[in-house]
T-cell receptor
Framework: GESVGLHLPTLSVQEGDNSIINCAYS??????FIWYKQESGKGPQFIID?????DKRQGQRVTVLLNKTVKHLSLQIAATQPGDSAVYFC???????????FGKGTRLSVIA | NAGVMQNPRHLVRRRGQEARLRCSPV?????VYWYRQLPEEGLKFMVY????????ESGMPKERFSAEFPKEGPSILRIQQVVRGDSAAYFC??????????????FGSGTRLTVV
């Protein structure tokens, strides 16, 4: 079965607001997590990653938070823009370099 | 510097026909992964290949599906005797090595298979 899941299937935010997308994972042995963005008709695009020895990592307008205690991952997008509208997936690398496991995804809609 | 190239982008097959999906990895990448995505769902792992070897096919249906990554040429995902339930987007990704902690996957744009 899947070891990665998302809390919310859809999220609508006003342009300029911050977005928070959540993800729960069940494999406590996973040590690497990635957020992907998928626009309509395209393949997943890497956004940001984090290793299990970290609890926060920041990129340009994006921040990933990892809470290993409750096995929770979140993606924060600052000052959300219309171009951020897409489906966002969290994914984890299982133990032993097994292939990525993806969650179901959250659709982010930005309201202008 | 071309990324992962998949073709065709769209493929329509009648029930019972064969579907062949091609994936050319990023130049220099020797690891290829195939994923299937149903509408409004996440990507499901199917198979992981290195040149001339299948490393992990735990996500591949036991019948009708096969994959190869020959020494020369693209990786091929073959679906024989397609059924309507095979309709999905099939994505290929490549990486230069195992262990995503050091390398990421690069995904192609996918092949959208429709079985009529």
């Amino acid at each position: 079965g899947e070891s990665v899941g998302l809390h919310l299937p859809t999220l609508s935010v006003q342009e300029g607001d911050n977005s928070i997308i959540n993800c729960a994972y069940s494999n406590s042995a996973s040590d690497y997590f990635i957020w992907y963005k998928q626009e309509s008709g395209k393949g997943p695009q890497f956004i940001i990653d984090i290793r299990s020895n970290m609890d926060k990592r920041q990129g340009q307008r994006v921040t990933v938070l990892l809470n290993k205690t409750v096995k929770h991952l979140s993606l924060q997008i600052a000052a959300t823009q219309p171009g951020d509208s897409a489906v966002y997936f969290c994914a984890e690398e299982g133990s032993g370099n097994t292939p990525l496991v993806f969650g179901k995804g959250t659709r982010l809609s930005v309201i202008a | 510097n071309a990324g992962v190239m998949q073709n065709p982008r769209h493929l329509v097959r009648r029930r019972g026909q064969e579907a062949r999906l091609r994936c050319s990895p990023v130049k220099g990448h020797s690891h290829v992964y195939w994923y299937r995505q149903l509408p409004e769902e996440g990507l499901k792992f199917m198979v992981y290949l290195q040149k001339e070897n299948i490393i992990d096919e735990s996500g591949m249906p036991k019948e009708r599906f096969s994959a190869e990554f020959p020494k020369e040429g693209p990786s091929i995902l073959r679906i024989q005797q397609v059924v309507r339930g095979d309709s999905a987007a099939y994505f290929c990704a490549s990486s230069p090595s195992t262990g995503l902690a050091n390398y990421g996957y690069t995904f192609g744009s996918g092949t959208r298979l429709t079985v009529v």
